[in-house]
């Protein structure tokens, strides 16, 4: 996984963490240090370092797959996208009560994102 997809996964399960696994995966992901770097700010090995990593990795994927709110979250905004599109095209219809179809879908769709 690349690092975008790491950081919406701490975003989801960061609170699952402990503090030592959310800050050294914060310093990598989010604020881009290098093994070393952290190791430094830390007081550990770069060692100590990766294996957090990649402890850290595989724990919020395994609970990416058994929960899978990423995944929701990304067919919940797919979906929306679609309804959206869909009012849209409806909105360009001449017929006036299609209009205010639409505009009750573009509200729950919009409702929905927030």
């Known amino acids: 996984m690349d690092a975008l997809e790491m950081a919406l996964l701490l975003d989801y399960y960061g609170g699952m963490l402990t503090e030592k696994q959310k800050e050294c995966f914060d310093m990598r ?10 190791a430094e700010a830390q007081g550990v090995s770069r060692q100590a370092v990766y294996d957090n990593l990649v402890r850290t990795e595989a724990l919020l994927r395994r609970m990416e797959e058994n929960i899978g709110a990423v995944r929701r979250d990304r ?31 573009k509200a729950a769709a919009n409702a929905l994102k927030e």
């Open 29 to 38: 992901y989010n604020q881009d240090l290098s093994l070393g770097e952290i």
């Open 75 to 105: 067919a919940v905004r797919g979906a929306v996208r679609e309804i959206l599109d869909a009012a849209e095209e409806l909105d360009k219809l001449s017929n006036r009560e299609a209009g205010t179809i639409s505009q009750r879908i």
